[in-house]
């Protein structure tokens, strides 16, 4: 966990410069499965963004799984920036439990008397070797205050999370291995993606999520709006 907002946007920038680097070695090397076969669940705090911050992602996501088939492209439902989760393992081991969600949903609600929607200025979809994201730069310590704010709150309940390394916005996972040489029409695509802009996220959403090869799925138990 980032202990102080400089810490955590120097380790942000740092991830972000990552993606530049790793961009390079897809060039050249192609991209890895990164979704395991047993594939993966846990549960979920996220920032729901506006349509019309989803709507342009999720339509260029769209065309990046048409370059890339076997790609799993996230629709605008959801696209989401992560406050943290938790308890991940593969699906067939993961059942989300009541409790473990009113815990959440009770730290989210103690929270929410004080924050406002953390504004995020998010930048052109840059992509690694497994995952294309949106990278995101909170605007003020908004986004570093809910998330720290978050965690500590249900620590005091007695679960221990990992805060976020970033506010980025992930719209593609690569499921499987592709060549390079198979990868021109991605290529080219990527080259010409767009800026998303500014964010002011509407909602808190807890629940849990099934990840596999085929699909990305969430499963909303209790939805927050936030004060703008």
Known sequence: MAKTYKEFMDNMQVQYAGFERNAEVVRREGLKAGIKPEGLGGYFVILRHPDSVTEPVAEFASKVKRAVPSAVAYDKTKLHTTISDYDLKPLAEF??????????????????????????????????????????????????????????????????????????MTSVRFAEAVSADRLEDFFSLMRD???????????????????????????????????V
């Open 193 to 227: 993606a767009p800026a998303v802009g500014r964010s002011v996220p509407e909602y808190i959403d807890v629940g849990s999520y099934r990840l596999s090869k085929e699909t990305f799925e969430f499963d909303l138990y209790e939805r927050f709006k936030i004060s």
């Open 95 to 168: 059942s989300p439990e009541k409790g473990v969600l009113d815990v959440f949903s009770s730290a989210v609600r103690k929270i929410k008397i004080w924050i406002n929607s953390p504004p995020i200025n998010f930048g052109n979809l840059v992509y690694n070797q497994t995952t294309a994201i949106a990278p995101g730069i909170p605007a003020g310590r908004g986004f570093f205050d809910v998330s720290q704010s978050f965690v500590e709150e249900v620590g005091r309940r007695g679960i221990e999370l990992r805060s976020p390394w970033g506010a980025h």
